[in-house]
T-cell receptor
Framework: RKEVEQDPGPFNVPEGATVAFNCTYS??????FFWYRQDCRKEPKLLMS???SGNEDGRFTAQLNRASQYISLLIRDSKLSDSATYLC???????????FGAGTRLFVKA | EAGVAQSPRYKIIEKRQSVAFWCNPI?????LYWYQQILGQGPKLLIQ????????DSQLPKDRFSAERLKGVDSTLKIQPAKLEDSAVYLC??????????????FGPGTRLTVL
């Protein structure tokens, strides 16, 4: 079993749609969780951190379920510019043992 | 604020040759990471430095890969000798904190290595 697993997609959605991605992790000692975005042939960039209480940033909402060991990302009102690969990232306390998932590809169509 | 700098951006070599990559993190960032990203996969951590000390190199193939961060600032990653399966993008990232907590990793543009 991979330490961090994501559905690779691709997810093909029309503009304005709501789309959700899940990510599961195997190490129960994991303490920090993030979603990064990676555009084609570019470097990853932080989209948002994921907190136990959940957090929202505009059209993006992230949730953490420690009991089931998964995190989720919800994108509302999808834009063409949201087309990218979304990487789930998990690390131990202190930023050690950072593990990236393989990513979920999203294509938003006009 | 200047971002993470990496060079070269592209490198093509033949198998069994050697290659070195350079990274200059954001000024003042204590933690520096090297990742390998193979096409279609997520980045895989090769080595993590905190200042000039190694805190994690468990996934670094030490028979052929080496890395150093002299003076706790810039860093070099070397592959000697290269294999076909080393073809990938090598990403450098940095983050500011010295201990405890976690924070954003800022990535450089990467070096795309092709081994023929």
């Amino acid at each position: 079993r991979k330490e961090v697993e994501q559905d690779p997609g691709p997810f093909n959605v029309p503009e304005g749609a709501t789309v959700a991605f899940n990510c599961t992790y195997s190490n129960s000692a994991s303490q920090s969780f993030f979603w990064y975005r990676q555009d084609c042939r570019k470097e990853p960039k932080l989209l948002m951190s994921v907190y136990s209480s959940g957090n929202e940033d505009g059209r993006f909402t992230a949730q953490l379920n420690r009991a089931s060991q998964y995190i989720s990302l919800l994108i509302r009102d999808s834009k063409l510019s949201d087309s990218a690969t979304y990487l789930c990232v998990v690390s131990l306390w202190g930023g050690f043992k950072t593990i990236f998932g393989a990513g979920t590809r999203l294509f938003v169509k006009a | 604020e200047a971002g993470v700098a990496q060079s070269p951006r592209y490198k093509i070599i033949e198998k069994r040759q050697s290659v070195a990559f350079w990274c200059n993190p954001i000024s003042g960032h204590a933690t520096l990471y090297w990742y390998q990203q193979i096409l279609g996969q997520g980045p895989k951590l090769l080595i993590q430095f905190q200042n000039n000390g190694v805190v994690d190199d468990s996934q670094l193939p030490k028979d052929r890969f080496s890395a150093e961060r002299l003076k706790g600032v810039d860093s070099t990653l070397k592959i000697q000798p290269a294999k076909l399966e080393d073809s990938a993008v090598y990403l450098c990232a940095s983050s500011p904190r010295t201990s405890g907590g976690t924070d954003t990793q800022y990535f450089g543009p990467g070096t795309r290595l092709t081994v023929l």
